[in-house]
């Protein structure tokens, strides 16, 4: 493919993940298979009601496969025209974009390491985790843990899911925490940096993956690096 190769992908599913959260899958027109490495991202082209065309990229959520479907993980942002067009679609219509794009993947060779994720941060690591644990060659000897932070348990989205993954794999940890958690939540609480050091522990010689906004993805870094670890071994994205 291209590298800056136009291609429309066809709705096929809209699920709502929280009342301003949309899980949405695509089948791209036209191919048997589309090719992207876990983490990757691409860039969505629309028109706005005055006529200009947009932009706007977005983690795949879905690792890759034989056929051509990716899926989005898209949160709703206020007065933003292209995330409340994305979630306002309809089974069957047609979305443009380009890619795949991006160096946000796992980095060889693997090693034991920790995702740490907020809101819809949590799109490359559905991509990578899924890939991850599917075949045991590629994850045997190691260890993963996701570190997600939400609100509410109501914005952990794909709960089931992760929960699902870490019953069928003993190498893989899921970690939810809320910062605002009801009387009833029996997880961790609080924010993703304060239980990060409780699964590093005195370890230098794992990787770190972090997505979400810059606030979390700073923290998150700042506190590896007191911990002595060396940057190379952090990777991360921002989402604004």
């Not at 794909?158 to 009801?182: Q, V």
């Not at 906004?213 to 870094?221: E, G, H, I, Y």
């Amino acid at each position: 493919m291209a590298k800056f190769q136009t291609l429309d992908a066809r709705v096929v599913r809209s699920v709502p993940l929280s009342e301003f959260t949309k899980h949405l899958e695509l089948e791209v027109n036209g191919v048997s298979h589309f090719g992207f490495v876990p983490g990757q991202w691409l860039s969505v082209k629309a028109i706005t009601p005055e006529g200009e065309e947009m932009t706007r990229a977005y983690s795949i959520a879905s690792p890759p496969g034989e056929n051509g479907h990716f899926a989005f993980c898209l949160n709703r942002v206020e007065e933003g025209f292209m995330s409340n067009y994305l979630c306002g679609l309809e089974e069957g219509a047609q979305v443009t974009f380009q890619g795949p794009f991006g160096s946000f993947i796992l980095r060889p060779p693997l090693r034991d390491s920790v995702f740490i994720a907020t809101g819809t941060g949590i799109a490359p690591f559905r991509s990578m985790l899924h890939w991850l644990l599917a075949d045991v060659e590629r994850h045997q000897g190691h260890r993963f843990w996701l570190l997600f932070g939400a609100r509410t348990e109501q914005d952990l989205y794909y709960h089931e899911e992760f929960e699902g993954l870490a019953s069928e794999h003993g190498n893989f940890h899921f970690l939810p925490t809320l910062s605002r958690a009801g009387e009833e939540w029996k997880g961790l609480r609080g924010y993703v940096q304060q239980h990060l050091g409780e699964i590093v522990g005195m370890r230098t010689d794992m990787h770190a993956y972090i997505c979400g906004l810059d606030k979390m993805v700073k923290a998150n870094r700042e506190l590896l690096k007191e911990l002595g670890w060396d940057r190379t071994a952090i990777r991360y994205e921002r989402y604004d």
